[in-house]
């Protein structure tokens, strides 16, 4: 079965730190493209950041950029995103998200559960 589950959520300070992981069975991880979501309560949900898996380019949000990093671990089938100097405003419930071939023109979507980030004093 194809699955994604994530990890590493918490509670943390602002200033903070802390390192998502999402992990895959079912398929291999690194021949296709993974993204980073975010969706926080009142709000739509928002494309965090991408990791490409033929060109290995990374896209990041304006509001995370220089404090997120996505990446790769190919031999443990799992992707990370590693979040810096957390704001208040990052609290969100954390999805990862890729997309499978099908026999058809469109996608499967394949999401985790989530994983809830909470940045609070």
């Known amino acids: 079965q194809v699955q994604l589950v994530e990890s590493g959520g918490g509670l943390v300070q602002p200033g903070g730190s802390l390192r998502l992981s999402c992990a895959a069975s079912?398929?291999?991880?690194?021949?296709?493209?993974v993204n980073w979501y975010r969706q926080a309560p009142g709000k739509e949900r928002e494309l965090v950041a991408t990791l490409t898996s033929t060109t290995g380019s990374t896209n990041y949000a304006d509001s995370v950029k220089g404090r997120f990093t996505i990446s790769r671990d190919n031999a443990k089938n799992t992707v990370y995103l590693q979040m810096n100097a957390l704001k208040p405003e990052d609290t969100a419930l954390y999805y990862c998200?890729?997309?499978?071939?099908?026999?058809?023109?469109?996608?499967?979507?394949?999401w985790g559960q989530g994983t809830q980030v909470t940045v609070s004093s």
């Open positions: 079912g398929f291999t991880f690194s021949r296709y493209a």
């Open positions: 998200n890729t997309n499978l071939p099908t026999p058809y023109e469109t996608r499967k979507p394949v």
